[in-house]
């Protein structure tokens, strides 16, 4: 077959061309189909495909870290039921309103014990917080420097909860150190009291 065949091809009667033209023009229209049909639907498809697999991806990330969570579900509440034990027993430590007199008195006896002579022993207004009011005390007192680490020693055992702040030692002139510090104390505020505040 030669080129002067090709142009006297009639385009309405494709049966009578040679085998190999009509083979090519199959494959060209075969390869125009799939071309045609990749662009106008495949392509779209590959596409969305992405998304999915971008979303399906994300979705099992979060799914791994809620399960590792559900995993540790156990293990978080029972340290939370320790926290709140802890809490309620640290809680216990505040003295109520009723017991604040009595841990004033036990610290003045702590100081006395180890051998300390008060100068100024003086509570100062309470200061409201969330849930507890802290009670600072003034304290100055004259005294070794080993009575004093028995009086700091002596304030940590007591059985409620008493913070040192602010510690500054001096020389006095009796040749006894003189030590002045803020003691804090804490004491926890009952619902009726934080409701009676409020209004």
Known sequence: MNL?????????????????????VVAVVFVGVLGLGYWLDIKDQRVSLEKVEAKETELRQVFEAKAKKAANLAAYE???????????????QLPNKTEVAELLVDISQTGLASG????????????????YAELPISIRVKGDYHEFGEFISGVAALPRIVTVHDIDMAPGK??????????KTYRYIDEDEEQGGAR
């Open 4 to 24: 002067s065949e090709l142009n006297d091809l009639d385009i309405n009667n494709i049966a009578a061309w040679p085998l190999p033209v009509r083979a090519l």
């Open 78 to 92: 029972q340290q939370l039921d320790e926290m709140k034990e802890s809490f309620g027993a640290m809680l216990r």
């Open 116 to 131: 300390l002579e008060f100068e100024l022993f003086k509570p100062q207004a309470e200061i409201p917080k969330d849930f």
């Open 174 to 183: 009796d040749g006894k150190l003189t030590m002045n510090l803020l003691a």
